[in-house]
């Protein structure tokens, strides 16, 4: 059943892996079982993440939304606490979503990279699984990966570790070593995209409230999710995931280093890496005077008489 909601998909997987593998070959790599295979996967990362870029833009977008709109969001919060009554619950969603609407955004923009790759990792996964019945004969083919290329595949590794290896289907300790490194690979570099986005590029308005506390709990949950759930990952899907992440904080460090978000930690840094690069051209960036204290109205100057000027002198 999942096979067959999922083939559309695993066939454009099947067919990018096989271009990446005949390009590489092409360039000199060895056909047959070997690297270029595991490099094909390597490929079919940067083909998917290079046609999400769009999608990306819009998430950097939709989040620099919801960092503008903490104070207001807070300032609704605040006005609703303690209230707990149908109306008013119903009347501080209302406020909200005109809220969300007004700055075009939504709670869940920065989860939409990851929700539009699952059905490609599944597609994936579901392709390397099907690797040994296509090689033997009682699957059928999956666009180019017919009998012959699904044995080169299968029989491909990583150190050892074959693409289709799953931890909890080996008994071979020196492929389960691997599989674990892959396994702690995919879940620090999770982490470490995660963290890189709300610690790096976020006002500290944004790092306050039922929110930023949804926030850090994901930040630490989703590692977890997939340090326990690798153990039945293929190596292929573990080599993607960790791609992805990787892509994902070279991604984010060139945007959150070149457009940071207003009031963040990292506008700070390119304030001060500014005014470095002007010292060092002979700019001075001067700061503005403090304004003078206003004339206070209503009250005049009261005129003085010469001898008490004279008195005082």
């Not at 990362?45 to 870029?53: E, K, M, P």
């Not at 207001?72 to 609703?80: F, R």
């Not at 994936?124 to 004969?137: C, D, H, K, S, T």
Request: charged share 20%; net charge positive.
């Amino acid at each position: 059943m999942i096979d067959t909601i999922l083939y559309p998909i695993q066939w454009v997987v099947a067919w990018i892996m096989y271009g990446s593998h005949q390009v590489l070959t092409a360039l000199g790599m060895q056909d047959g079982p070997g690297l270029a295979w595991v490099l094909s996967i390597v490929a079919l990362t940067i083909v998917i993440r290079i046609l999400l870029i769009p999608l990306f833009f819009k998430q950097i977008k939709a989040s620099r939304g919801m960092q503008i709109m903490q104070p207001e969001l807070q300032a609704i919060q605040k006005k609703y606490k303690g209230k707990t009554d149908p109306s008013a619950r119903e009347a501080m969603g209302r406020e909200t979503m005109e809220l969300y609407r007004k700055h075009g955004t939504n709670p869940f923009a920065s989860c939409m990279p990851i929700l539009l790759q699952s059905p490609i990792f599944f597609a994936l996964f579901r392709v390397l699984y099907n690797l040994q019945p296509i090689a033997e004969g009682t699957k059928d083919p999956i666009g180019p990966i017919n009998a012959a290329v699904a044995s080169d595949i299968e029989n491909s590794d990583l150190l050892g570790a074959k693409l289709s290896d799953v931890f909890m289907q080996t008994e071979d300790w020196g492929v389960r070593a691997v599989i674990l490194v892959l396994i702690v690979a995919m879940s620090a570099t999770t982490f470490f995209t995660q963290r890189q986005l709300t610690m790096k590029n976020m006002p500290k308005a944004a790092l306050e409230g039922p929110m930023a506390n949804t926030q850090k709990i994901m930040l630490y949950a989703l590692p977890l999710i997939f340090l326990v759930s690798g153990v039945n990952f293929p190596v292929g899907v573990l080599i993607y995931w960790t791609t992805t992440n990787l892509w994902s904080m070279g991604q984010q460090f060139y945007t959150i280093r070149r457009m940071p978000a207003p009031g963040s930690e990292a506008e700070r840094l390119l304030n001060e890496r500014k005014a470095a690069k002007a010292s060092k051209k002979g700019v001075v960036v001067v700061e503005d005077e403090a304004p003078e204290a206003p004339e206070i109205r209503g009250q005049r100057q009261q005129p003085v008489r010469k001898n008490r000027q004279k008195k005082r002198k």
